[in-house]
């Protein structure tokens, strides 16, 4: 963003002045003011995109200018400047609402860099809010026509509106960050309008990840130059996502969970307790309760993070879903490549008949593939990875006992999920509703490895 407009506000005119120099150089169009009533001056009728501003001035210093500039130009970024070392006064401006702070005297490439990467996010911030207003349906990335989806869809709305926690389960690419966006997005959701913000916890070494969500204060550590503002505090009023919470080291659970109970949390390398106001989602492709067996998650933090479940069933156990799925990426992929491939008939019934360990993702990323890298226009069995072939041919080959056996195992599979998740779990209602033995209702979950403890709400 080298064409932005930046105002310098610092008394020290030849500093402005180099600054300003510097600014142009670098394709910038940059003004200077030299105390903070000129500065509001020069904003009441021009449209700054950034604002250096310096504490010591004449008049006003440079927090009540902070705090102005904050009231009547919220979108207007300000990297506070200080030649005064003192790490209070960078918290206070932080809490303000300067984007960064900067301890004079610092080198031009530094305020360079610091600028990039203030107007970067300012950037990056419009683009998600336009594509916000885009998004019209919150259930739009849901092809679905399974029982088992149409109750997830529902789940949503239902757990949209509340409070509490929601931990969101299933293998690797069913969509968990797709529930989460969509529980944020959703109409019924009274936060869907604060921040929602998404964490990785597999994706962030275990030494950074809480500086990443608590933040740090300047000095914490190596490297630490500057306040860090955690995500929890980025999300405040909003909502966390948490995905892959079962990575979450042991060391960080514990004040995970103090956030959960208490809203309270400390940045590292700082005593001071800080209150803030997040709604937690979090997702784990792992069995919660085996993690806590083997010692490996908290117990306490498990059953804090459990107060609603949405349990997302893998593609195998969504019948006609895999059809309309592929239906739904060959359009989008003819759409975003200019294409127009068609899908075979036995292509079709080989892509229904394989199991997709993946799931939706592998699913996306196959016809993605097939889409882009086709010539006749269309797609046949002979164009389809080897592993999907021959999945097809296999089941094409069995016989009918067999495919009868494995329809029964599917309906039986089903049907006790959604009989324990009816009954929260309790095995004697799920019988009693059942209308089946109780013994034989234990017999039949040992035999598909259903946990009725996993199902309590």
Same mark, same amino acid.
């Not at 998404?198 to 994706?203: K, L, R």
């Not at 309760?289 to 593609?315: C, G, M, T, W």
């Given at each position: 963003?080298?064409?932005?407009?930046?105002?310098?506000?610092?008394?020290?005119?030849?500093?402005?002045?180099?600054?300003?120099?510097?600014?142009?150089?670098?394709?910038?169009?940059?003004?200077?003011?030299?105390?903070?009533?000129?500065?509001?001056?020069?904003?009441?009728?021009?449209?700054?995109?950034?604002?250096?501003?310096?504490?010591?001035?004449?008049?006003?210093?440079?927090?009540?200018?902070?705090?102005?500039?904050?009231?009547?130009?919220?979108?207007?970024?300000?990297?506070?400047?200080?030649?005064?070392?003192?790490?209070?006064?960078?918290?206070?401006?932080?809490?303000?609402?300067?984007?960064?702070?900067?301890?004079?005297?610092?080198?031009?490439?530094?305020?360079?860099?610091?600028?990039?990467?203030?107007?970067?996010?300012?950037?990056?911030?419009?683009?998600?809010?336009?594509?916000?207003?885009?998004?019209?349906?919150?259930?739009?990335?849901?092809?679905?026509?399974?029982?088992?989806?149409?109750?997830?869809?529902?789940?949503?709305?239902?757990?949209?509106? !509340?409070?509490?926690?929601?931990?969101?389960?299933?293998?690797?690419?069913?969509?968990?960050?797709?529930?989460?966006?969509?529980?944020?997005?959703?109409?019924?959701?009274?936060?869907?309008?604060?921040?929602?913000?998404?964490?990785?916890?597999? !994706?962030?070494?275990?030494?950074?990840?809480?500086?990443?969500?608590?933040?740090?204060?300047?000095?914490?550590?190596?490297?630490?130059?500057?306040?860090?503002?955690?995500?929890?505090?980025?999300?405040?009023?909003?909502?966390?996502?948490?995905?892959?919470?079962?990575?979450?080291?042991?060391?960080?659970?514990?004040?995970?969970?103090?956030?959960?109970?208490?809203?309270?949390?400390?940045?590292?390398?700082?005593?001071?307790?800080?209150?803030?106001?997040?709604?937690?989602?979090?997702?784990?492709?792992?069995?919660?309760?085996?993690?806590?067996?083997?010692?490996?998650?908290?117990?306490?933090?498990?059953?804090?993070?459990?107060?609603?479940?949405?349990?997302?069933?893998?593609?195998?156990?969504?019948?006609?879903? $895999?059809?309309?799925?592929?239906?739904?990426?060959?359009?989008?992929?003819?759409?975003?490549?200019?294409?127009?491939?068609?899908?075979?008939?036995?292509?079709?019934?080989?892509?229904?008949?394989?199991?997709?360990?993946?799931?939706?993702?592998?699913?996306?990323?196959?016809?993605?593939?097939? $889409?882009?890298?086709?010539?006749?226009?269309?797609?046949?069995?002979?164009?389809?990875?080897?592993?999907?072939?021959?999945?097809?041919?296999?089941?094409?080959?069995?016989?009918?006992?067999?495919?009868?056996?494995?329809?029964?195992?599917?309906?039986?599979?089903?049907?006790? $999920?959604?009989?324990?998740?009816?009954?929260?779990?309790?095995?004697?209602?799920?019988?009693?509703?059942?209308?089946?033995?109780? !013994?034989?209702?234990?017999?039949?979950?040992?035999?598909?490895?259903?946990?009725?403890?996993?199902?309590?709400?």
């Amino acid at each position: 963003m080298t064409n932005a407009k930046i105002l310098v506000v610092d008394d020290e005119k030849p500093l402005a002045r180099l600054i300003c120099k510097s600014l142009s150089m670098k394709g910038f169009t940059a003004d200077m003011a030299h105390t903070g009533a000129d500065a509001l001056a020069l904003l009441e009728n021009q449209n700054y995109h950034l604002v250096i501003l310096d504490f010591k001035m004449p008049g006003m210093d440079g927090l009540e200018t902070l705090k102005a500039i904050r009231e009547k130009y919220p979108d207007t970024r300000v990297i506070f400047t200080t030649a005064f070392g003192d790490d209070d006064l960078a918290i206070r401006s932080l809490e303000l609402g300067a984007d960064d702070f900067i301890h004079k005297p610092c080198d031009l490439k530094n305020l360079h860099f610091r600028i990039q990467k203030t107007l970067k996010y300012r950037s990056l911030e419009a683009e998600v809010e336009t594509l916000r207003t885009q998004v019209h349906d919150p259930r739009a990335p849901f092809i679905a026509g399974s029982p088992e989806m149409l109750e997830v869809i529902q789940r949503i709305e239902q757990v949209a509106a !509340a409070a509490a926690p929601v931990l969101i389960c299933g293998e690797t690419g069913t969509g968990k960050e797709l529930v989460a966006n969509a529980i944020h997005n959703s109409e019924n959701n009274p936060r869907g309008s604060r921040p929602f913000i998404s964490v990785n916890s597999a !994706a962030i070494s275990e030494n950074l990840l809480e500086s990443e969500l608590f933040g740090h204060a300047r000095g914490a550590f190596t490297g630490a130059v500057s306040v860090k503002h955690g995500l929890f505090e980025v999300a405040d009023g909003g909502t966390l996502f948490l995905d892959e919470i079962s990575s979450a080291p042991l060391s960080l659970q514990s004040k995970l969970l103090r956030v959960l109970d208490a809203g309270e949390f400390m940045r590292v390398g700082e005593s001071r307790v800080r209150k803030v106001d997040v709604r937690i989602l979090a997702a784990t492709n792992r069995n919660l309760l085996e993690e806590v067996k083997n010692s490996r998650f908290r117990a306490d933090l498990y059953h804090r993070l459990n107060v609603l479940q949405i349990e997302l069933p893998p593609l195998r156990l969504r019948g006609a879903d $895999v059809l309309l799925l592929t239906d739904y990426f060959v359009d989008h992929f003819n759409k975003s490549t200019g294409r127009s491939v068609k899908l075979g008939r036995q292509a079709r019934s080989a892509l229904a008949a394989y199991p997709w360990p993946g799931n939706v993702r592998e699913l996306k990323h196959c016809i993605e593939s097939l $889409v882009l890298l086709n010539r006749g226009g269309r797609i046949e069995l002979h164009d389809l990875p080897e592993r999907v072939a021959g999945a097809a041919a296999a089941a094409l080959n069995a016989s009918f006992t067999d495919l009868k056996n494995r329809t029964i195992e599917k309906f039986e599979r089903n049907y006790f $999920v959604s009989l324990l998740n009816n009954a929260s779990g309790n095995v004697s209602q799920a019988s009693r509703i059942a209308d089946m033995n109780r !013994a034989y209702l234990i017999k039949k979950l040992k035999e598909y490895d259903i946990d009725p403890s996993e199902f309590k709400h």
